[in-house]
Protein backbone atom coordinates (compact mmCIF):
# COMPACT_ATOMS: atom_id res chain seq x y z
CA UNK A 1 0.00 0.00 0.00
CA UNK A 2 2.53 2.31 1.18
CA UNK A 3 4.71 1.90 -2.43
CA UNK A 4 1.67 2.65 -4.53
CA UNK A 5 1.43 5.75 -2.55
CA UNK A 6 4.94 6.39 -2.94
CA UNK A 7 4.74 5.75 -6.71
CA UNK A 8 1.36 7.42 -6.95
CA UNK A 9 3.24 10.94 -5.36
CA UNK A 10 6.79 10.41 -7.54
CA UNK A 11 4.35 10.24 -10.61
CA UNK A 12 2.81 13.54 -9.81
CA UNK A 13 5.91 15.58 -8.82
CA UNK A 14 7.35 14.23 -12.09
CA UNK A 15 4.61 15.61 -14.03
CA UNK A 16 4.62 19.04 -12.37
CA UNK A 17 8.77 19.18 -12.76
CA UNK A 18 7.85 18.89 -17.12
CA UNK A 19 5.28 21.00 -16.85
CA UNK A 20 7.26 23.43 -14.86
CA UNK A 21 10.49 22.95 -17.24
CA UNK A 22 7.74 23.17 -20.52
CA UNK A 23 7.44 26.49 -19.44
CA UNK A 24 9.09 29.46 -21.56
CA UNK A 25 9.17 33.13 -21.51
CA UNK A 26 8.87 35.13 -25.28
CA UNK A 27 12.15 35.55 -26.51
CA UNK A 28 13.32 39.70 -27.25
CA UNK A 29 13.37 40.43 -30.90
CA UNK A 30 14.18 43.79 -30.33
CA UNK A 31 15.57 46.24 -27.53
CA UNK A 32 17.16 49.46 -26.90
CA UNK A 33 17.49 51.82 -24.18
CA UNK A 34 19.57 55.04 -23.64
CA UNK A 35 20.00 57.00 -20.51
CA UNK A 36 21.45 60.74 -20.69
CA UNK A 37 23.21 62.01 -17.89
CA UNK A 38 20.78 65.19 -18.03
CA UNK A 39 17.63 62.77 -17.27
CA UNK A 40 16.71 62.34 -20.48
CA UNK A 41 16.02 58.63 -21.91
CA UNK A 42 14.50 56.37 -24.03
CA UNK A 43 13.64 52.90 -24.31
CA UNK A 44 12.05 50.27 -27.04
CA UNK A 45 11.69 46.87 -26.86
CA UNK A 46 9.84 43.85 -29.23
CA UNK A 47 8.70 40.37 -28.01
CA UNK A 48 8.33 37.32 -30.02
CA UNK A 49 4.52 37.07 -29.00
CA UNK A 50 3.37 40.19 -30.31
CA UNK A 51 4.46 42.91 -27.34
CA UNK A 52 6.08 46.31 -27.92
CA UNK A 53 7.09 49.36 -25.94
CA UNK A 54 8.62 52.57 -26.11
CA UNK A 55 9.22 55.65 -24.53
CA UNK A 56 11.13 59.45 -24.51
CA UNK A 57 11.50 60.77 -21.53
CA UNK A 58 12.58 64.38 -20.86
CA UNK A 59 13.53 66.36 -17.62
CA UNK A 60 11.35 69.56 -16.63
CA UNK A 61 10.70 71.87 -14.66
CA UNK A 62 7.91 71.09 -12.11
CA UNK A 63 5.85 73.40 -10.18
CA UNK A 64 4.23 70.88 -7.58
CA UNK A 65 6.55 70.20 -4.66
CA UNK A 66 7.29 66.68 -3.06
CA UNK A 67 6.44 66.05 0.49
CA UNK A 68 9.51 68.42 1.76
CA UNK A 69 7.99 71.40 0.33
CA UNK A 70 10.80 70.95 -2.11
CA UNK A 71 10.94 71.71 -5.54
CA UNK A 72 11.53 68.15 -7.06
CA UNK A 73 12.63 66.83 -10.65
CA UNK A 74 9.94 65.79 -12.96
CA UNK A 75 9.45 64.15 -16.26
CA UNK A 76 7.74 64.09 -19.01
CA UNK A 77 7.40 60.94 -20.99
CA UNK A 78 5.51 60.06 -23.90
CA UNK A 79 5.28 56.60 -25.10
CA UNK A 80 3.08 53.70 -26.21
CA UNK A 81 2.85 49.74 -25.90
CA UNK A 82 1.02 47.13 -28.17
CA UNK A 83 0.11 43.58 -27.36
CA UNK A 84 -2.32 40.73 -28.42
CA UNK A 85 -5.28 40.52 -26.82
CA UNK A 86 -7.21 37.22 -26.08
CA UNK A 87 -9.04 37.86 -28.71
CA UNK A 88 -5.99 37.80 -31.13
CA UNK A 89 -6.11 41.43 -32.18
CA UNK A 90 -3.78 43.58 -31.69
CA UNK A 91 -4.29 46.50 -29.16
CA UNK A 92 -2.03 49.69 -29.18
CA UNK A 93 -1.93 52.19 -26.27
CA UNK A 94 -0.44 55.72 -26.84
CA UNK A 95 0.23 57.70 -23.02
CA UNK A 96 1.57 60.95 -22.22
CA UNK A 97 2.59 61.08 -18.44
CA UNK A 98 3.30 64.89 -17.05
CA UNK A 99 2.78 67.71 -15.04
CA UNK A 100 -0.83 66.94 -15.91
CA UNK A 101 -1.03 63.64 -14.91
CA UNK A 102 -1.08 60.44 -17.04
CA UNK A 103 -3.14 60.72 -20.41
CA UNK A 104 -3.58 57.53 -22.12
CA UNK A 105 -5.48 57.17 -25.62
CA UNK A 106 -6.06 53.99 -27.70
CA UNK A 107 -8.85 53.00 -30.56
CA UNK A 108 -10.31 50.07 -27.77
CA UNK A 109 -10.16 52.92 -25.11
CA UNK A 110 -13.73 54.08 -23.56
CA UNK A 111 -14.44 57.56 -24.67
CA UNK A 112 -16.11 60.27 -22.50
CA UNK A 113 -20.20 60.95 -23.99
CA UNK A 114 -20.18 63.90 -26.07
CA UNK A 115 -21.39 67.13 -23.85
CA UNK A 116 -25.63 67.58 -24.12
CA UNK A 117 -26.05 70.84 -25.71
CA UNK A 118 -28.44 72.15 -23.24
CA UNK A 119 -24.91 72.13 -20.70
CA UNK A 120 -22.70 73.75 -23.84
CA UNK A 121 -25.35 76.58 -24.20
CA UNK A 122 -25.37 77.14 -20.37
CA UNK A 123 -21.77 77.01 -20.45
CA UNK A 124 -21.51 79.31 -23.00
CA UNK A 125 -24.34 81.77 -21.57
CA UNK A 126 -21.90 81.61 -18.42
CA UNK A 127 -19.03 82.93 -20.28
CA UNK A 128 -20.65 85.58 -21.60
CA UNK A 129 -22.08 86.37 -18.19
CA UNK A 130 -18.74 86.53 -16.29
CA UNK A 131 -17.24 88.93 -19.41
CA UNK A 132 -19.73 91.25 -18.97
CA UNK A 133 -19.97 91.33 -15.43
CA UNK A 134 -16.04 91.97 -15.23
CA UNK A 135 -16.40 95.01 -17.75
CA UNK A 136 -19.52 96.38 -15.81
CA UNK A 137 -19.07 96.16 -12.11
CA UNK A 138 -22.15 98.45 -11.32
CA UNK A 139 -24.84 95.57 -12.30
CA UNK A 140 -22.81 92.67 -11.16
CA UNK A 141 -24.44 90.49 -9.19
CA UNK A 142 -24.15 90.89 -5.08
CA UNK A 143 -25.33 88.53 -2.86
CA UNK A 144 -27.92 89.26 -0.51
CA UNK A 145 -26.73 90.09 2.98
CA UNK A 146 -26.91 86.88 5.46
CA UNK A 147 -30.15 87.32 7.63
CA UNK A 148 -29.55 86.80 11.40
CA UNK A 149 -29.81 83.49 13.10
CA UNK A 150 -32.87 83.14 14.39
CA UNK A 151 -32.54 83.08 18.30
CA UNK A 152 -32.89 80.27 20.38
CA UNK A 153 -35.95 79.42 22.40
CA UNK A 154 -34.86 80.30 26.56
CA UNK A 155 -35.17 77.85 28.12
CA UNK A 156 -38.05 77.11 30.36
CA UNK A 157 -37.36 74.20 32.73
CA UNK A 158 -37.29 70.95 32.80
CA UNK A 159 -40.86 69.34 31.76
CA UNK A 160 -41.89 66.07 33.03
CA UNK A 161 -41.73 63.24 30.72
CA UNK A 162 -44.17 61.00 30.18
CA UNK A 163 -42.98 57.55 28.36
CA UNK A 164 -45.72 55.93 26.41
CA UNK A 165 -47.86 52.91 27.52
CA UNK A 166 -47.77 49.71 25.86
CA UNK A 167 -50.85 48.50 23.78
CA UNK A 168 -52.40 45.26 23.78
CA UNK A 169 -51.35 43.42 21.09
CA UNK A 170 -54.50 43.11 18.33
CA UNK A 171 -53.72 40.80 15.43
CA UNK A 172 -55.64 41.87 12.36
CA UNK A 173 -56.34 44.74 13.71
CA UNK A 174 -55.86 47.32 10.31
CA UNK A 175 -56.54 44.74 8.03
CA UNK A 176 -60.61 44.68 6.68
CA UNK A 177 -62.20 41.51 5.29
CA UNK A 178 -63.99 41.36 2.07
Known sequence: ??????????????????????????????LSSDVSPD????????????????ARGTPVRSSSRDADGADGP?????????YTGPDGQVYTVSYVADENGYRASGAHLPQPPPVPEAIQQSLQLIARSSASSATSSSDSFQPLQQRAAPAAPAFQGFQAFQRPQPQAFQPFQGFRRF
Open 74 to 82: ATAVTGQYS
Open 1 to 30: MNTKVLSVCLAVLAALSCASAQQRYPQILR
Open 39 to 54: GQFQYAYQTEDGISSE
